[in-house]
């Protein structure tokens, strides 16, 4: 599986993004995806999980109620739809698939990653 995230670029505080990753090479429908970010010296943290059968979705606190990750299998793609955002969101954004049953918020888990897509957001 080959994965795509694009849509970053720098927006001011209180904007929003859809980040978006576009999966190829196989169906994505039977993985669990998510989006991890990271900033320089830091590890990558975890952001948005939703799993294969699109019935779960599970956000980090720092995210909660403000973004949204969504799916479309016929389109084999993920979303990411963040809001309000704040100067603290600024990172480089991952998605990641799973191609084992059980989601996770731990990076290491995750067979296949995107090249990543950076966000900045502006005070």
């Known amino acids: 599986v080959q994965l795509q995230a694009f849509g970053g670029g720098l927006v001011q505080a209180g904007g929003s993004l859809r980040l978006s990753c576009a999966a190829s090479?196989?169906?994505?429908?039977?993985?669990?995806m998510a989006w991890f970010r990271q900033t320089p010296g830091k590890e990558r943290e975890f952001v948005a999980l939703?799993?294969?059968?699109?019935?779960?979705?599970y956000y980090a606190d720092s995210v909660k109620g403000r973004f949204t990750i969504s799916r479309d299998n016929a389109k084999n793609s993920v979303y990411l739809q963040m809001n309000s955002l704040k100067p603290e969101d600024t990172a480089v954004y991952y998605c990641a698939a799973k191609s084992s049953s059980g989601a996770t918020i731990f990076p290491d888990f995750y067979n296949y990653w995107g090249q990543g897509t950076l966000v900045t957001v502006s005070s």
């Open positions: 939703i799993n294969w059968g699109d019935i779960n979705t």
């Open positions: 090479g196989r169906t994505i429908s039977t993985y669990s």
